[in-house]
């Protein structure tokens, strides 16, 4: 792990998230009738929510798909929700481009083999505790958190608290 990510974090204007992992503790659970139901950590959501009322940019970009997934995402106020996304380096560059946005402004947390390459192109690569050995190798900061169980949240928070932004959002500031 990078000593140096907090003065990279000082920097963030982004959060980039992958979803199954990340988001979620990587479980499905298949219903008889075949549909995928993942849970989501509410503090993690509490987070992302924070974070865009602040003025960060969230976006996710994911390899699966799942419409209650996007519902979920919609409803924290994200807007930018790419799932189903077969090239997650495009995917990335589009949006930086569209956005107005420099690679070492974006902190990207991936946990499995698809985030490796777009990893590679951010500011500030993150992932959770339980990720793969690959993507801790290639990571600057690892939470302390799995995967669907708070990752997000850590990120968030100290990101927002090394910035100033996050005491201003608990004294009600943004309320």
């Known amino acids: 792990m990078n000593k140096n990510y907090k003065e990279i974090m000082n920097h963030i204007t982004t959060f980039i998230f992958d979803v199954d992992g990340v988001l979620t503790d990587n479980?499905?659970?298949i219903t008889p009738t075949g549909d995928m139901l993942r849970i989501m950590n509410i503090r993690d959501g509490f987070a992302m929510k924070a974070a865009i009322e602040s003025g960060y940019k969230v976006c996710i970009i994911s390899g699966g798909s799942n419409e209650g997934v996007r519902i979920r995402l919609k409803n924290l106020g994200i807007t930018d929700i790419h799932l189903g996304t077969p090239d997650k380096v495009e995917t990335f560059e589009n949006y930086k481009k569209?956005?107005?946005?420099?690679?070492?402004?974006?902190?990207?947390?991936?946990?499995?083999?698809?985030?490796?390459?777009?990893?590679?192109?951010?500011?500030?690569?993150?992932?959770?505790q339980d990720a793969s050995p690959e993507i801790k190798k290639i990571s600057k900061y690892i939470s302390h958190k799995n995967?669907?169980?708070?990752?997000?949240?850590?990120v968030i928070e100290q990101v927002m608290k090394l910035q100033g932004k996050w005491h201003l959002y608990y004294n009600g500031k943004h309320d």
Do not use: F
């Not at 995967?147 to 949240?153: K, L, N, P, S």
């Open 27 to 29: 479980s499905v659970h």
């Open 98 to 128: 569209l956005h107005s946005i420099k690679s070492e402004e974006v902190l990207y947390m991936g946990d499995d083999i698809p985030d490796y390459h777009v990893m590679q192109l951010v500011g500030l690569p993150t992932c959770p």
């Open 147 to 154: 995967g669907g169980r708070g990752a997000v949240r850590e």
